[in-house]
């Protein structure tokens, strides 16, 4: 019994280990386009000036009242594009990820939807990356979260979600070095 322990034990703890240096590696193949239409849209997007990312969980906030609330907190003006990023969770346990994307435009308003994902940040990390490749380099707009600190990292490294501006940010840091290249982080 004791030696079968030590194995569970030592299967546990490599286990965690793993799954907390993996935690920061984007491990990101590209995306898979649901349509032609979302990949035309997406090229566009590549080419708008200083576009605002705002991810979005659908179900708590509508678009309209997440949009007031972004501009009125972050200070941003209506003619600023704000494009928003709603991410779904695929299998966290993957190693790599190809997520799927739908791009649509709906009332002037522009909603990149990413399934198949390993964490949500994983997601808005790629899509701001792959933006900052062409154009300038977008910002990435966060509010505050009632999550404990430490719930959201535990969130993260359990089940890929929780603690994303934390996360999104080290994600960026480590594939973009170069500081003028980076989508810009913004938390309020």
């Known amino acids: 019994?004791?030696?079968?322990?030590?194995?569970?034990?030592?299967?546990?703890v490599?286990?965690?280990?793993?799954?907390?240096?993996r935690s920061t590696e984007l491990?990101?193949?590209?995306?898979?386009?649901?349509?032609p239409t979302s990949r035309f849209l997406w090229d566009s997007l590549k080419h708008l000036e200083f576009p605002v990312?705002?991810?979005?969980?659908?179900?708590?906030?509508?678009?309209?009242?997440?949009?007031?609330?972004?501009?009125a907190?972050?200070?941003?003006?209506?003619?600023?594009?704000?494009?928003?990023?709603?991410?779904?969770?695929?299998?966290?346990?993957d190693f790599g990820h190809a997520p799927r994307m739908e791009v649509i435009?709906?009332?002037?308003?522009f909603i990149i939807r990413i399934t198949r994902c390993v964490s949500i940040a994983h997601a808005v990390a790629a899509a701001a990356l792959e933006l900052s490749a062409v154009g300038k380099p977008p910002e990435i707009h966060f509010g505050w979260s009632d999550e404990?600190?430490?719930?959201?990292?535990?969130?993260f490294l359990l089940f890929g979600e929780g603690n994303v501006p934390w996360m999104v940010r080290a994600l960026i840091n480590k594939v973009q070095p170069d500081a003028e290249r980076q989508p810009r982080v913004v938390i309020g």
């Open 1 to 12: 019994i004791k030696i079968a322990a030590c194995f569970i034990a030592a299967v546990v």
């Open 14 to 21: 490599l286990s965690f280990a793993s799954r907390l240096r």
């Open 27 to 35: 491990r990101f193949f590209g995306f898979e386009f649901t349509d």
């Open 53 to 71: 990312l705002v991810p979005h969980r659908p179900g708590r906030h509508g678009l309209e009242e997440k949009e007031q609330a972004i501009r």
């Open 73 to 93: 907190q972050h200070r941003l003006p209506p003619e600023v594009p704000i494009v928003f990023v709603e991410a779904e969770l695929g299998d966290p346990s």
């Open 105 to 109: 435009e709906t009332e002037g308003k």
């Open 148 to 155: 404990s600190p430490m719930a959201a990292s535990f969130g």
